[in-house]
């Protein structure tokens, strides 16, 4: 395929030495760009995935000079195969290893009283955190805030406990023989990235920069004295920053090209798909393929049914499978599975270890903070579900759950679609239109509703990019109704797809 003047750019750039960000909206073509830039030269490179099956699918595509690996493969072949002893190792609970480094007793912070077993489990998620930062060392702010203490002062008490429980449980990991906390890949990874790691290489592509963690972007960005880094990525999709990721494109210093030129849907979607671009400030804007004539309007029978949460997939799964479809969750349904589990534990008066809901003694205890803590609006939907169909009807339709390959409607939610796509999408109503606060949530008001949270504009963003045939905008219609939701301005093309260097 003859390229677009786009890709042209962008391999005239590369080829000129530049460092370089390429914004690739969602259908452009950015694993082609790459490879189209890979295949035109002879020096050696690297490309660094997001994760594996991109690292393999990328190997196929790529020339042999460019060897394709995740940063997790690199640091295991670095320092990783080092602590093969203890990778995969037994699974034990948490208040186990935690009563290994020394946690033995509960504390109370405020009105809570926090059990040994919460503390062992927020000890080992500071690790992790921490992981997944470029941070030389564990402080407070890797340690998780819990829901139930968001008083002030809380999160400071209970930083001062944990923080050296966490700095004693990294120590133990750096044994790569045996130790008490379960070694995980990432361990390998952060121990990699602290010995800071020069990679032989003359050029480092970057692929998903905009949901690359802190740990990662450092490993890229100190390449650059020696190679030429080229990242690119879409940073309207940057939409894990609650995990950890960081959209490591927009600060960076190096020429700034775009693709912009869609070959997965058409003109009408390519519009809609504007419409949150906008909305999300972002710095592209995207162009439809004529020849292929996507529709906006209702699906009856869609192929994929997306959601904004993983409580509101379940409600769709249920929904579906009472309607009599075979139903497929993306990504399995342990995570619901597991909450499910945790609402019944609750239920029948057990304390639950699921880190989300660990610090309530009671069901009803959740359904208050659910109800009239602001900190805890969002369970609101999983007391609602639970509430309405009960645990067991739950975790009987985790247990159905067909294959996709097997299934006439695929459930996922937004995150989990993230670079796929289906012919007949709905968008869930779980993407209604938050409550608005300026207002204090009355209905008759002349306030005008809240700005569109950009957050939000890019979640939908990805939502309505997923499909190739028909968009059913289902649960964002509501955007139709709100003042900043009009069809996208005619924009200064140099505003939004030019370049810079």
């Given at each position: 395929?003859?390229?677009?003047?786009?890709?042209?750019?962008?391999?005239?750039?590369?080829?000129?030495?530049?460092?370089?960000?390429?914004?690739?909206?969602?259908?452009?073509?950015?694993?082609?760009?790459?490879?189209?830039?890979?295949?035109?030269?002879?020096?050696?490179?690297?490309?660094?995935?997001?994760?594996?099956?991109?690292?393999?699918?990328?190997?196929?595509?790529?020339?042999?000079?460019?060897?394709?690996?995740?940063?997790?493969?690199?640091?295991?072949?670095?320092?990783?195969?080092?602590?093969?002893?203890?990778?995969?190792?037994?699974?034990?609970?948490?208040?186990?290893?935690?009563?290994?480094?020394?946690?033995?007793?509960?504390?109370?912070?405020?009105?809570?009283?926090?059990?040994?077993?919460?503390?062992?489990?927020?000890?080992?998620?500071?690790?992790?955190?921490?992981?997944?930062?470029?941070?030389?060392?564990?402080?407070?702010?890797?340690?998780?805030?819990?829901?139930?203490?968001?008083?002030?002062?809380?999160?400071?008490?209970?930083?001062?406990?944990?923080?050296?429980?966490?700095?004693?449980?990294?120590?133990?990991?750096?044994?790569?023989?045996?130790?008490?906390?379960?070694?995980?890949?990432?361990?390998?990874?952060?121990?990699?990235?602290?010995?800071?790691?020069?990679?032989?290489?003359?050029?480092?592509?970057?692929?998903?920069?905009?949901?690359?963690?802190?740990?990662?972007?450092?490993?890229?960005?100190?390449?650059?004295?020696?190679?030429?880094?080229?990242?690119?990525?879409?940073?309207?999709?940057?939409?894990?920053?609650?995990?950890g990721a960081k959209d490591v494109m927009t600060g960076f210093d190096g020429t700034q090209l775009t693709l912009s030129q869609s070959f997965r849907f058409g003109p009408d979607l390519a519009d809609e798909a504007n419409r949150w671009l906008r909305l999300a400030d972002a710095p592209i804007r995207l162009t439809g393929t004529p020849a292929i004539p996507t529709e906006?309007?209702?699906?009856?029978?869609?192929?994929?049914?997306?959601?904004?949460?993983?409580?509101?997939?379940?409600?769709?799964?249920?929904?579906?499978?009472?309607?009599?479809?075979?139903?497929?969750?993306?990504?399995?349904?342990?995570?619901?599975?597991?909450?499910?589990?945790?609402?019944?534990?609750?239920?029948?008066?057990?304390?639950?270890?699921?880190?989300?809901?660990?610090?309530?003694?009671?069901?009803?205890?959740?359904?208050?903070?659910?109800?009239?803590?602001?900190?805890?609006?969002?369970?609101?939907?999983?007391?609602?579900?639970?509430?309405?169909?009960?645990?067991?009807?739950?975790?009987?339709?985790?247990?159905?759950?067909?294959?996709?390959?097997?299934?006439?409607?695929?459930?996922?939610?937004?995150?989990?679609?993230?670079?796929?796509?289906?012919?007949?999408?709905?968008?869930?109503?779980?993407?209604?239109?938050?409550?608005?606060?300026?207002?204090?949530?009355?209905?008759?008001?002349?306030?005008?509703?809240?700005?569109?949270?950009d957050g939000e504009a890019r979640l939908a963003y990805v939502a309505v990019t997923r499909t190739r045939q028909r968009l059913d905008l289902g649960g964002l219609s509501w955007i139709y109704a709100h003042p900043d939701g009009g069809p996208a301005a005619k924009e200064d093309p140099d505003t939004t797809t030019g370049q810079t260097s």
């Amino acid at each position: 395929m003859k390229p677009t003047d786009e890709q042209t750019a962008a391999a005239d750039a590369f080829h000129a030495g530049h460092h370089l960000a390429l914004q690739a909206g969602a259908g452009t073509g950015k694993t082609t760009t790459l490879a189209l830039l890979a295949h035109a030269t002879t020096r050696r490179g690297r490309y660094l995935a997001y994760n594996r099956a991109i690292a393999q699918d990328a190997a196929a595509r790529f020339p042999a000079s460019v060897r394709c690996k995740t940063a997790h493969a690199l640091a295991y072949a670095a320092v990783g195969h080092r602590y093969r002893p203890r990778l995969n190792a037994p699974r034990r609970p948490a208040w186990q290893t935690g009563q290994a480094l020394g946690i033995t007793k509960p504390i109370r912070i405020g009105d809570r009283d926090v059990t040994q077993r919460t503390l062992s489990n927020a000890a080992l998620r500071t690790v992790a955190r921490f992981c997944h930062t470029a941070d030389e060392a564990i402080t407070r702010h890797h340690v998780p805030r819990l829901r139930g203490l968001d008083g002030p002062g809380h999160h400071a008490e209970l930083a001062a406990h944990l923080v050296p429980f966490a700095r004693k449980a990294w120590a133990d990991l750096q044994d790569p023989d045996a130790g008490a906390v379960r070694f995980e890949h990432d361990h390998y990874l952060k121990i990699w990235a602290l010995t800071r790691p020069r990679l032989d290489t003359d050029f480092l592509l970057l692929d998903e920069a905009q949901d690359t963690n802190p740990v990662v972007e450092h490993l890229f960005l100190s390449q650059r004295d020696h190679a030429q880094l080229v990242m690119v990525g879409d940073s309207a999709q940057a939409i894990y920053q609650w995990r950890g990721a960081k959209d490591v494109m927009t600060g960076f210093d190096g020429t700034q090209l775009t693709l912009s030129q869609s070959f997965r849907f058409g003109p009408d979607l390519a519009d809609e798909a504007n419409r949150w671009l906008r909305l999300a400030d972002a710095p592209i804007r995207l162009t439809g393929t004529p020849a292929i004539p996507t529709e906006l309007g209702p699906v009856t029978c869609p192929d994929a049914v997306l959601c904004r949460t993983n409580v509101g997939a379940m409600a769709q799964v249920m929904t579906y499978m009472a309607a009599g479809y075979r139903v497929a969750l993306a990504g399995g349904g342990g995570s619901l599975q597991a909450l499910a589990l945790a609402a019944r534990d609750l239920k029948e008066g057990r304390r639950t270890h699921h880190p989300e809901l660990i610090l309530f003694p009671t069901w009803g205890d959740l359904q208050d903070y659910a109800a009239y803590d602001p900190a805890g609006r969002d369970l609101q939907p999983l007391v609602n579900l639970v509430d309405t169909h009960g645990t067991d009807a739950i975790l009987t339709a985790v247990a159905h759950l067909a294959p996709e390959s097997h299934a006439q409607v695929t459930v996922s939610t937004a995150h989990k679609a993230k670079g796929r796509e289906w012919p007949r999408v709905l968008i869930a109503d779980d993407f209604g239109r938050p409550e608005d606060t300026t207002s204090g949530g009355r209905t008759g008001t002349a306030a005008p509703p809240d700005p569109v949270d950009d957050g939000e504009a890019r979640l939908a963003y990805v939502a309505v990019t997923r499909t190739r045939q028909r968009l059913d905008l289902g649960g964002l219609s509501w955007i139709y109704a709100h003042p900043d939701g009009g069809p996208a301005a005619k924009e200064d093309p140099d505003t939004t797809t030019g370049q810079t260097s």
